[in-house]
């Protein structure tokens, strides 16, 4: 039989704990996992990382796991999973918000792929409320993010920042 290949997508600028917790996970639900990093060409918005130190970065974070892969994707996610032999994708729930944004997502790459299952896990509520987007704002405005990110995810960020901070620019 073959491996059952699972997706955890998202644009992981940068990945938080709260992603790892995810993707760890959704190990147990498949036997390979494949942390996949949306972007768009067309895209104006400026991230913290480029898409490549995001990848760079997951793979850093899952080195001491074989079966977890970073790749990046342009285009529709379920030609992205079609591509990889993928039949799951797995996304974490926090908020409400979220539930609205993903399920909407999730039924409509049902009805592009519906071969692909998409299946949501709720979050550890230590990392609940933690969401990327947060943490580029803290970061850029002098707080610690330590709680909320590895220490190789840290360290990149210090340097990143490299002590001049800019207010807004990675918000
Ligand atoms: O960090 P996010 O916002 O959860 O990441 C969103 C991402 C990249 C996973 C999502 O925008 C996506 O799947 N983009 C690929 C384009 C696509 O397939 N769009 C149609 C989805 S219904």
Do not use: C
């Amino acid at each position: 039989m073959s491996d059952r290949i699972a997706l955890v997508p998202g644009s992981f600028d940068p990945i938080t704990l709260g992603h790892e917790d995810i993707v760890r996970r959704a190990l147990a639900l498949a036997d390979r996992v494949i942390v996949a990093v949306g972007h768009s060409a067309q895209s104006q918005k400026q991230g913290m990382f480029t898409v490549d130190e995001r990848v760079a970065l997951i793979r850093e974070v899952f080195a001491d796991e074989p079966r977890v892969e970073a790749a990046a994707f342009q285009g529709l996610l379920v030609d992205f999973a079609r591509s990889r032999g993928a039949g799951l994708v797995v996304k974490g729930l926090r908020t409400v918000g979220d539930f609205e944004y993903e399920m909407q997502m999730a039924l409509m790459n049902r009805r592009l792929l519906p071969e692909l299952d998409t299946v949501f896990l709720a979050p550890d509520p230590a990392h609940a409320f933690v969401s990327a987007t947060l943490i580029r704002q803290i970061a850029t405005l002098g707080g610690d993010v330590a709680p909320f990110v590895s220490p190789a995810v840290l360290a990149r960020i210090h340097a990143k920042l490299g002590g001049a901070r800019s207010p807004g620019v990675w918000t």
